[in-house]
Nanobody, 124 residues
Framework: QLQLAESGGRSVQTGGSLRLSCAASDRTFSHYTMGWFRQAPGKERERIAHISWNVKDTSYADSVRGRFTISRDNAKNTLYLQMNSVKPEDTAVYYC?????????????????WGQGTQVTVSS
């Protein structure tokens, strides 16, 4: 099972930007679809973006499309989430995850390896 570790979460003001990173344990990272999820207090875990192993395909939730960008560097075994124009409703714990599946819509159950999460707080 691929080990994943998120970093980069912090407090930021509305309209600001930040970049999350997810470091994978080894080179098998390059074979996985990678995704970002978030979970706010009292809410279900939400898929916000995922990216194919060869970076040819990406998918975004409507809530973040146009503001967030998912990317990966397979040479560095690292996944990124660039977050721009953040809003208070973006406040959540953000998780990266790995899947051997691909599709426009993937559920949390499609992802078998998960990081421990990093907190993002957006203030007014």
């Amino acid at each position: 099972q691929l080990q994943l570790a998120e970093s980069g979460g912090r407090s930021v003001q509305t309209g600001g930007s930040l970049r999350l990173s997810c470091a994978a344990s080894d080179r098998t990272f390059s074979h996985y679809t990678m995704g970002w999820f978030r979970q706010a207090p009292g809410k279900e875990r939400e898929r916000i973006a995922h990216i194919s192993w060869n970076v040819k395909d990406t998918s975004y939730a409507d809530s973040v499309r146009g503001r967030f960008t998912i990317s990966r560097d397979n040479a560095k075994n690292t996944l990124y989430l660039q977050m721009n124009s953040v809003k208070p409703e973006d406040t959540a714990v953000y998780y990266c995850a790995a899947s051997l599946s691909w599709g426009t819509y993937l559920a949390p159950s499609d992802f078998k390896s998960w990081g421990q999460g990093t907190q993002v707080t957006v203030s007014s």
